[in-house]
């Protein structure tokens, strides 16, 4: 069992590692392409919305649920290896990239979601939690590597991280394979299950917590850097530490927690503690301590994120787990796209300094949507 899930963590590590690859390598591309921030928001904005219409997508037609899931991971890795290796070697202006990039987040659509269906199908509800952090713990590492590369030319970066997703698809295609605990892939197509499922109050629930999160995930994780380097702090490695490193250990403390304390508390504590960090943001900015803050953020942002997961798994229609793991991802992605959007305009009105106070309002109602859950 611990074979399969670690095949499957490695997996997310790996066929992750293309998500924020044009994000790692943004200052050189704006730069050599001479684009502006706005321009060069759409690198990892199309990725979002391109996850979402694969998710959206994977949803109506039940995919998580009715094909072999194995086989739809290693797809899914290889195809979004393939178009980023395309982007690295052929491409060199933003109007190709652009679509590249959002084809990039249609084939992740079945990678994340995808792989958390197959973490709680090997995983029995008392360390679910506990197994679905690692899982988010292996996405943070894999969404933060390209950083590691950052000094390299910015076609080498996308080559490398091609390269690692094609060894995702290869470990997906011979180590991964469905467990007992969840059920297989034996659901009829059910193209209106997503829309009854937020008609009951206890994954209606999970899902206002998840959104409240994802608010803030995505647009920190995107502008991070840029916040990091107004207030002339290193970027590159400290990105990776507080993403990836940070990230990691918090998904892991977040796991733990849930198994130990419940679902609700320990979503509720996470998101009080990034709450605060966005809020005290500000004047953590210009300090020697911004580092350290940043990590303490990283391991906060994420630790709820395997929460959610493994909560929804469990109040779900058994026969629908993949689908409604898919609907969950999908509309939380559809929300980073504004909330991603809107800190550079925010910041442009009141500086990078105070950016991040634009995100605070995800947690605290994300927060609140968990508090409910208790009563349910």
């Known amino acids: 069992m611990l074979i399969r899930r670690g095949a499957i963590a490695l997996v997310q590590v790996l066929g992750l590692a293309v998500w924020f690859s044009m994000s790692a390598v943004v200052p050189s591309l704006r730069q050599e392409w001479g684009i502006g921030a706005g321009a060069a928001v759409w690198l990892t904005a199309s990725v979002q919305l391109g996850f979402v219409v694969g998710a959206v997508g994977s949803t109506v037609l039940n995919l998580a649920d009715r094909v072999r899931p194995h086989l739809l991971l290693a797809g899914s890795a290889a195809a979004g290896g393939a178009l980023t290796l395309v982007l690295g070697l052929a491409v060199s202006g933003l109007g190709a990239a652009v679509p590249l990039r ?49 000094r390299l030319p910015w076609r080498e970066v996308l080559v490398c991280a091609a390269l690692i997703a094609f060894a995702g698809a290869v470990v997906a295609l011979l180590c991964v394979r469905p467990g007992p605990f969840v059920t297989a892939t034996t659901a009829q197509l059910n193209p209106r299950y997503a829309l009854q499922m937020f008609r009951e109050r206890g994954p209606r629930l999970v899902n206002l917590g998840y959104f409240g999160h994802m608010w803030e995930l995505y647009a920190l994780w995107t502008w991070l850097p840029t916040f990091l380097l107004s207030s002339r702090a290193p970027a590159g490695l400290t990105v990776f530490l507080t993403m990836g490193v940070a990230g990691f250990a918090g998904c892991l403390a977040g796991g733990w927690a849930a198994d130990r304390f419940g679902r609700a508390p320990a979503a509720v504590g996470a998101l009080t503690a990034s709450g605060l960090c966005c809020l005290l943001s500000p004047l953590a900015w210009g300090t020697p301590l911004l580092v350290a803050f940043c990590a303490v953020w990283g391991a906060a942002v994420i630790a709820d994120s395997g929460v959610f997961s493994a909560a929804l798994s469990e109040v779900a229609d058994p026969r629908y787990v993949g689908t409604a793991l898919t609907a969950l991802t999908a509309a939380g992605f559809g929300l980073t796209v504004v909330s991603i959007q809107l800190v550079p305009l925010f910041a442009e009105v009141v500086t990078w300094r105070y950016a991040f106070l634009l995100l605070v309002p995800g947690p605290v109602a994300g927060a609140l949507a968990m508090l409910r859950t208790r009563s349910s």
């Open 102 to 150: 959002f084809l990039t987040g249609v084939a992740l659509a079945g990678v994340y979601p995808v792989g958390m269906k197959l973490m709680a199908s090997w995983s029995q509800p008392r360390d679910r939690g506990r197994a679905l952090g690692v899982l988010i713990g292996a996405l943070t590492l894999g969404s933060a590597l390209p950083h590691v590369f950052g």
